[in-house]
């Protein structure tokens, strides 16, 4: 029971970790970026070749990659998002739009990794090591990613709720069309709530390469299992991106364990159907 | 030409038709007069991208361009009457969908007109085209299948070939080293087993419950994942609470090495662990992190066997990268098989079946390999990690087969 409970926690703090990036984009720049996932393949690509070729490890090359994720991901949205939130008439415009484009720019994504480092299947070893918790081993890659997730999340709950700074992003996101009149600069706050989503991606990515086996075109699924967790812990929210993780990842674990691992996906759409019915904004969400 | 006919029908517009159908005529007039011609044009479609591109970039895509490139540095392909034609090859993507190889086999067929179609990756993948090659006459050495049913398939598609054996032959022969084993007394009859619920996964599960059961095994644990599946802690946990001493898991690659991973953590080290395909790829020890001595598989090498040495050495030199140590060896085969073939009778596609089908070739796998009723049999069936290489076992060894070593050793 209790080796469950830690396993799901495990794995859920890689979920959370890969979501709550794509809840700030969608949340407070208002972008639906279908490319999200392959913002973390592109980092993961990087992580192993920073680690393989040139022997630097993984936590250092975070040091690289974080710095040149943030500076892209505000390029990207400089060059690509930015005209069409110039011109979207309202906010689900904009969605549409961005959906479109970030879908284009995921295959554009896919095929430049494609085309530099081919379609195999791309794996390394990497703290694969057994740390114990509670009696349970769970390999210290993967609580790393918990970690990692539990300590962004809180640096960003204290940073979007009591700085100064944080309040101008909630109140982007709460009222993009009245914070201009308290003298906010909402493209501002935009252009770089969609650049630290993209750096999250890129943590998460880095992580994640440590112990899934990833290839050019596995990105989707990230921005699936993404979508899911931010839907259900409410878009935007920070602390929902978490709890919704968490709460995949423990539901998966309990389904493989007492029920059927063949499940586990069909479990994770059960739940979220579920609370979908029940908050149709998600758990953190608000109407 | 009713052939030709019926494809174009399906044409969206009348005016390409009619385009297509006058370069047709043009094109087969010349073709009857080829004596003179300067190449011998190859197509094949390839999953680039989308979920069956790892596998297909392990074990078909670089045995393609690595005999492409060897054969037209000889000066290409050789004609019954000495001469040399070098090789123009026409490939696509079929971006891991059935729709697109089946749309890109007709192209390859009735607009490009290539001489030769290769198979592209994937069991599946090599069904939905067997019809249409035998339609267009093309031989269709099926590569990268695996299916029971060949020997069915050979009756209804009689230019098809089939190259990497079925699931009952894998399994039967992963059987006898089992009760081997238990009757030696070092594994229990207890087998925890798992498998991706897809196309791999479910064949060889499908073989392997009646064969381990027929040989007196209980499957105390036989738990199927969906393929997203990534994180295996749990299935771990279950399985060495099982208390069986052998462990199978048919599995694709990213499965591999997740269950390898994790069973490393949890230090999970059974008697027996087997695992389906990935942990016979060249960087499966790398991706463990260390030793996995002891690991087994499908396939696996002869390290004696100089022929193959050689091919792996030239895989190697020329793709950067090792070959697999199952299917890649058997494509590369069956390109040699069609080389040679031509050699024999030149590019008459019947005549390069009937070669196929009755014929003795010098290939990497031997110097006299010939299939049996269409399909190969000279295939190895159950690999295991010794000493750094994959190699081809048998319950006691014997003529290019190592004796397997059993009980696994620890991890590291």
């Not at chain 1, 195999?120 to 509670?134: C, D, E, K």
């Not at chain 2, 190859?42 to 895509?61: C, E, L, Q």
């Not at chain 2, 070098?86 to 697109?100: K, L, V």
């Not at chain 2, 087994?296 to 090498?301: A, P």
Request: hydrophobic residues 50%; proline residues 5%; glycine residues 10%.
């Amino acid at each position: 029971m209790l080796e469950h409970l830690i396993n799901g926690l495990v794995l859920g703090g890689t979920y959370a970790l890969v979501a709550m990036g794509l809840s700030l984009q969608y949340g407070i720049a208002r972008i639906m970026n279908l490319s999200f996932g392959d913002t973390i393949i592109a980092a993961c690509f990087a992580t192993y070749i920073l680690f393989s070729s040139f022997g630097i490890n993984p936590i250092v090359a975070l040091a690289i990659i974080l710095p040149a994720s943030y500076i892209v991901s505000l390029g990207v949205y400089r060059l690509m998002m930015e005209p069409l939130v110039k011109r979207a008439p309202d906010e689900g415009a904009l969605e549409v739009d961005s959906i479109l484009l970030t879908f284009g720019l995921l295959f554009v994504i896919q095929g430049c990794l494609l085309v530099i480092f081919g379609g195999g299947y791309i794996s390394y070893s990497f703290m694969n090591t057994p740390v114990s918790v509670l009696g349970t081993l769970v390999s210290g890659n993967r609580l790393l990613a918990l970690v990692l997730s539990l300590a962004i999340g809180a640096a960003l709950v204290i940073v979007l709720y009591r700085t100064r700074w944080g309040m101008i992003l909630r109140a982007v996101a709460l009222a993009p069309k009245s914070a201009p009149l308290f003298g906010i600069d909402t493209d501002k706050a935009a252009r770089m709530a969609f650049a630290i989503g993209g750096t999250m991606a890129a943590t998460g990515g880095v992580v994640v390469s440590m112990f899934q086996t990833f290839t050019a075109t596995t990105g989707v699924v990230f921005t699936m299992k993404a979508l899911i967790v931010v839907i259900l812990g409410g878009k935007g929210s920070v602390p929902g991106a978490i709890v919704a993780g968490l709460l995949l990842g423990l539901v998966e674990t309990f389904v493989a364990a007492y029920i059927d691992p063949g499940l586990t996906l069909a479990s994770v759409y059960t739940v979220f159907l579920l609370l979908l019915l029940v908050r149709p904004n998600g758990l953190f969400g608000k109407a | 030409m009713k052939n030709f006919l019926s494809g174009a029908m399906r044409a969206p517009r009348h005016l390409a038709t009619c385009a297509v159908a006058a370069l047709a005529i043009t094109g087969s007039a010349t073709g009857l007069a080829a004596q003179d011609r300067e190449a011998v044009t190859i197509g094949y479609a390839i999953s680039k991208s989308g979920p069956n591109a790892g596998g297909a970039d392990m074990t078909v895509t670089p045995n393609y361009e690595l005999w492409i490139e060897e054969v037209n540095a000889a000066g290409g392909l050789k004609m019954p009457d000495g001469t040399r034609l070098p090789i123009e090859a026409i490939a696509y993507d079929d971006r891991s969908s059935t729709e697109d190889v089946v749309r890109a086999i007709e192209r390859l067929a009735t607009q490009d007109k290539v001489d030769l179609i290769l198979p592209p990756w994937g069991t599946g993948f090599n069904l939905a085209i067997a019809p249409l090659m035998a339609k267009f006459g093309y031989p269709h050495l099926a590569g990268a299948a695996v299916t029971d049913k060949a020997s069915d398939f050979v009756e209804r598609w009689e230019s098809s070939f089939w190259f990497m054996g079925g699931s009952h032959d894998y399994v039967s022969a992963f059987t006898e080293i089992l009760v081997a084993e238990r009757e030696a007394g070092r594994i229990n009859d207890k087998i925890s087993m798992v498998s991706v619920a897809d196309g791999f996964g479910i064949d060889l599960v499908k073989a392997a419950r009646p064969s381990f059961e027929e040989a007196g095994f209980d499957i105390v644990y036989d738990k199927t994942f969906p393929p997203e599946t990534s994180d295996f802690a749990t299935i771990v946990s279950e399985a060495s609470n099982s208390e069986a001493d052998t462990f199978v898991a048919f599995t694709y690659p990213p499965h591999s090495f997740g269950l390898t991973k994790q069973a490393k953590v949890a230090s999970f080290n059974p008697e027996i662990f087997y695992l389906g395909v990935g942990a016979g790829f060249p960087v499966y020890p790398n991706i463990a992190g260390g030793s996995v001595e002891g690991v087994m598989s499908l396939g696996g090498i002869d390290p004696n066997n100089e022929l193959n040495s050689a091919y792996r050495a030239k895989h190697e030199e020329i793709i950067g990268r090792a070959p697999d140590y199952w299917g890649s060896v058997l494509i590369y085969a069956s390109l040699q098989m069609l080389e040679q073939a031509i050699e024999r009778v030149g590019l008459d596609k019947e005549a390069i079946t009937a070669e196929i089908s009755t014929g003795t070739f010098a290939t990497v796998l031997g110097e006299e390999t010939r299939l049996e009723n269409n399909q190969l049999r000279a295939i190895n069936w159950v690999g295991q990690w010794q000493d750094g290489a994959f190699v081809a076992v048998s319950p006691e060894g014997s003529e290019g087969l190592a004796a397997v070593q059993l009980p696994k050793p620890n991890w590291d």
